[in-house]
């Protein structure tokens, strides 16, 4: 059984960094899809970034291109998200999602089969 854990989450001031990870364990698939959603306090869950085994099908929402990006290590068979920039609205909960096929698209779209506990993160202004 496929289970995912975040972590790296936390405190940061406005403008600094987090990197956040998803370790994926029970993943025998060579073909997959990982997302990483952001639920802001009171607000519904929205995907953030995703990476596909796909060459190329990496996707990122446009309000945080250019701030954040998201890369595998396959050593350590985790998803990472790189987060820079960071400003008081990229705060809330951060989930990783495995997503049913390899797609992106779909993945990003919430057609998930996994999700993981959720990392906090907060943004002081």
């Known amino acids: 059984e496929v289970q995912l854990v975040e972590s790296g989450g936390g405190l940061v001031q406005n403008g600094g960094s987090l990197r956040l990870s998803c370790a994926a364990s029970?993943?025998?698939?060579?073909?997959?899809?990982i997302a990483w959603f952001h639920q802001a306090p009171g607000r519904e869950r929205k995907p953030v970034s995703c990476f596909s085994t796909r060459p190329g099908k990496t996707l990122q929402v446009n309000s945080v291109k250019g701030r954040f990006a998201i890369a595998r290590d396959s050593a350590k068979n985790t998803v990472n998200l790189q987060m820079n920039r960071l400003n008081p609205e990229d705060t809330g909960v951060y989930f990783c999602?495995?997503?049913?096929?390899?797609?992106?698209?779909?993945?990003?779209?919430?057609?998930?089969?996994?999700w993981g506990q959720g990392t906090q993160v907060t943004v002081s202004s």
């Open positions: 999602a495995l997503g049913t096929t390899d797609s992106c698209i779909t993945t990003m779209a919430g057609t998930v089969r996994r």
């Open positions: 029970g993943l025998i698939a060579d073909d997959y899809a």
